[in-house]
DNA sequence: CTGAAAGCGCTTACAG
DNA sequence: CTGAAAGCGCTTACAG
């Protein structure tokens, strides 16, 4: 009878450096309580025997949960935007509970900084492993972010960033390039006499993101030296009739405008006064594949939506904290989604 | 002190039936040797508790390894596109080795079917669990899934589709809507009076992929009322001269060409054609993010490329036969991967 | 047709 | 600082 040795495993670890597995196990997971001379003759073994664990095994074994926590907007009325990203954390979820990972899901509402503001509380009384989030509110977010980091919890940003800030990984759009593309489309739209309007639909239009499409969007006009092409619309009201009644005043002003970008999800608010209008000469480009874009972009109204994948960014947030957490492979600092092009004629493949 | 039951598992279940926990096993995995008023009863608390088996135990336990075949084509020096595939099929096999699956890829070269024919053999004469392919020749295709059907072998297809064969998935593109966004996107750039030419550089220009891009490109310019505006130039050599020479011969017949949509990858020889004869104003539009096309989406040749996401592809082939095989999780039997619209301002982030 | 027992490769108290 | 033993929730021979 051959002896069957398995040739890797802790057992043969154990086997090898004449310890048992409980030591070998000590030192697999770097905890205290073993001598410097057993810690480096064990190492060397599972180096020599290039040793990786059974993730199946160890999960199995330890009956340990890793807790995600996840704070995100909620979808309104007015867009159902982040239903995307909580389909994809979802369907992540689903993948992988059965290996022991529990997600936790957050609400806030979207103008309200209080609400998030609660919404912390909550996931700083509770302990969890791992946070994913999208970082709505600069000061709050950077505070939260200390708090995970004093408590080495890594932190994962989908759909926008706080620079220079330690995370674990940021998941989200390449803002100068998308608006670089945005200009792009809308140059191809128009004729050579025509101008583009950018229109900034936001109570917070200063913000990190919008001056980054926005410089994005001019760099291109100033590649072709039109930079003169461009007006710039700044609408700091969401309801609709403050919307249109800028809009109004803003093609009096200038008649030549046959192209639009807006640099957010409201594009259906243009959409609409357009519709309502009657011009539909008018080129019509704009952000995110809410349902009520697609109205608009089926009606032909909206000419072209930049997109940036946002089921994906929320599954792949949580991947990337099961990654981390679970499975010890390493996860990238910054994964920027394509930028999508969505029209009347794929966006039925478009997910 | 509190009596610590379980109130699932197979213990649990076993206890509940007054059986042992192997014949609880026997019901949960459809094996004979149980009695039917066992295995009713077996299955009622089964559903009562809804049970989930667990995964990780289950793996460990049985230590079967699925063993998973892959039948793609080799890139070539003409074509890097089978690259995509490749690396997606790679990432899925190293997220998903560790709970048993094991990927071994045969590589057959395009244009030989004998080189197809050989690995088919291969595949049959070592037993997998499961097979992805690209079924690149109908016939041996077909001849093979007659053969995986009677071992009760899934099959998932990528790139492209063979109708009405019983395979577990289909994964790839939406020809018709593909051909017909890539009309689209010619008329936007070409002027009033402008026509386009449809070129087909292929060996067996009359494969049913090319017909289904064919007939979604034609019904945009019918659904215009314009389909005098459509040229359809087939080539049936892919050497360089020869694609020149019929080029060359059909500028001349139709100098009012402004546009010109390839129907599959070797949209970079129609550029290197413009490029040498310095045709800058030709508006050129082809598939496949291949590095050959990515150097004339730069230099502004090419001005779009439309793309099915090849790496998913391959990614997505592995995970579907995995989630059937291992996770017995259903599978869907169409997944069309999206339209991606390419460009030189969003190629840097196209995956 | 059914069950007792060993084992998958780890982790976790607990004892020393 | 170290080890023996039980156990995670299953599967798999083997015996009856």
Redesign the pocket.
Known sequence: MTEKR?L????EI?RRA?????????V??NR????????LKIEAIIKELN????V???R?????VFKLGVLIPKSSVYSDFWDAPLRGIQRAEAEIKQYGISVEIFFFDLPEKSTFTKAVQLLKSSDFDGILMSPSFLDESVDFLRHCQHQNIPVVFIDSNIEDQKTLSYIGPPLFQSGFLGAKLCQLCISYSSKVLLVNISKQSKSYNYLQIEKGFKQYFENMSSLQKCIKLDINEIDQPSIEVQLKKTFLQHPEIGAIFVMNSRVFAVAAYLERQNLPHIQLIGYDFISENQRYLKTGTINFLICHKPEEQGYKGIMSLYHHLALNLPVDMEYYMPIDIVTQENMDFYR
Not at 18 to 26: K, M, W, Y
């Open positions: 398995n890797s495993g802790v057992k154990a004449n310890v048992s597995i409980a030591t070998v196990d000590r697999i997971h205290p309580g073993v001598s410097v001379k057993t810690k040793y990786q664990p059974n199946l095994a160890s199995l074994a330890s009956g340990k």
